[in-house]
């Protein structure tokens, strides 16, 4: 991966006028459209406002329009700073740290927290190959039961292609009628491809739906049946839960799905050639 470093940012965004320029170029990098001309125009920017003109019509547009940064009072430079901390922090950082290095007050952390995280989502991916399927409880230690059954758990499942990408999703529960169609969804029947799992009763049919499907037995202690094992997930897992743990503290079933999604991102582009913040900020003009 290559490096970006404090010193990179700082260079590439030295103030919010190079940050609204970025993103002006990225979200019209072919000219803007302009509705009034009917045809694509040169914009300039127009002094004191964060809006181009249309240089025949003076039509306006904004680039920070239909963003997560869409009518927020907040410096552009400080978002985009934000998104720097969280891409490139391996565990992630909570919102009281994004208010003390941002100095904003909570609530602002707190939203601009919110919305980079909708960036991260990993959605509409399929897996292929040997593909690992587990799922796990997430929340704050109670007495009782543990695992399967515990109470004031939150159920997320995950699937992980070995050497690739993963998919997680916070689930009602582990029922068959829950997480096949989740592992149909994103997981085709593709010659080559196989699930690994381990011998809950839910993962039972995917033979019948066409999968080549091998399980490992854990209530035997068995962790490894030849190629049959689903450590990948769990590393997964054990890496979410230590960054919540020691990051956040604890989460509300309401936004785990947001959390997963920074883990989640973070893993799938761990061994990418292109920085994570640069892969971020991409996506900010497919946002729109």
């Known amino acids: 991966m290559r490096k970006y470093t404090l010193t ?34 040169k914009h300039h920017r127009i002094t004191g ?49 994004l208010q003390r290095e941002l100095g904003v007050t909570y609530k602002t952390a707190w939203r601009m927290f919110t919305q ?15 593909v690992e399927a587990d799922e796990t409880y997430i929340g704050g230690k109670r007495p009782g039961k543990r695992g399967r059954g515990a109470e004031g758990k939150t159920v997320v499942f995950g699937m992980v292609e070995r050497g690739g990408r993963a998919f997680t ?34 993962y039972g049919e995917l033979g019948k739906l066409g999968y080549a499907h091998e399980t490992v037995q854990h209530a035997a202690r068995q962790y490894v049946n030849g190629s049959a094992h689903v450590n990948n997930v769990e590393s997964l897992w054990s ?37 994570m913040f640069v892969t971020l900020i991409d996506r900010l003009a497919s946002d729109v």
């Open 8 to 41: 990179t940012f700082n260079a590439q965004f030295p103030d919010d006028d190079s940050c609204l320029d970025f993103l002006f170029r990225k979200r019209w990098p072919s000219g803007v459209f302009c509705q009034i001309c009917q045809r694509i125009t």
């Open 49 to 97: 406002r964060k809006t181009y003109g249309c240089q025949f019509c003076g039509n306006e547009v904004s680039p920070a329009a239909d963003t997560i940064f869409h009518k927020s009072p907040t410096p552009l430079r400080s978002w985009f700073y934000a998104m720097f901390l969280m891409a490139q922090t391996r565990t992630g950082i909570s919102a009281k740290q």
């Open 116 to 130: 980079i995280r909708t960036l991260m989502a990993e959605n509409g991916m399929s897996l292929f190959g040997n």
């Open 169 to 202: 999703q916070v689930t009602p529960d582990v029922k068959a009628k829950t997480l096949l169609p989740i592992i149909q969804e994103h997981i085709p029947t593709a010659p080559g491809t196989i699930v690994y799992t381990d011998e809950l009763r839910s």
């Open 239 to 275: 890496n979410t839960k230590r960054g919540i743990d020691g990051v956040h503290h604890s989460v509300s079933p309401k936004y785990l799905q947001h959390y997963l999604d920074s883990y989640t991102f973070r893993f799938n582009h761990r061994n990418d050639n292109a920085p």
